[in-house]
């Protein structure tokens, strides 16, 4: 069982930054690939990004390549997602999620409450 409690979110101005973090509890964060999407209003939710249990792999949404970073720290039990370059259109709820294989759907078990991004132009 994998808990996950997101932060960091809040209102930019276009063209700013944020970095979202996501605390897990357990002792196996270091086995799992965790993930972050987002979902805005009267949207589906969608993938932002991924990062395998070791960090060395990552995969990013087209949207979002090349303005967001995922990382981790296993040893802080965290993945952040580092924002930069914000637009009106990444205003969403941003989700975590925990998962012991790296994918880009969203079936994974476990989820954080979300945290509110708001992009004002």
């Known amino acids: 069982q994998v808990q996950l409690a997101e932060s960091g979110g809040g209102l930019v101005l276009a063209g700013g930054s944020l970095r979202l973090s996501c605390a897990a509890s357990?002792?196996?964060?270091?086995?799992?690939?965790m993930a972050w999407f987002r979902q805005a209003p009267g949207k589906e939710r969608e993938f932002v990004a991924t990062?395998?249990?070791?960090?060395?792999?990552?995969y990013y949404a087209d949207s979002v390549k090349g303005r967001f970073t995922i990382s981790r720290d296993n040893a802080k039990n965290t993945v952040y997602l580092r924002m930069n370059s914000l637009k009106p259109e990444d205003t969403a709820v941003y989700y975590c999620?925990?998962?012991?294989?790296?994918?880009?759907?969203?079936?994974?078990?476990?989820w954080g409450q979300g945290t509110q991004v708001t992009v004002a132009s």
């Open positions: 999620a925990a998962d012991q294989k790296l994918q880009r759907n969203a079936n994974y078990p476990y």
């Open positions: 357990g002792r196996t964060f270091s086995t799992y690939a």
């Open positions: 990062i395998s249990w070791s960090g060395g792999t990552a």
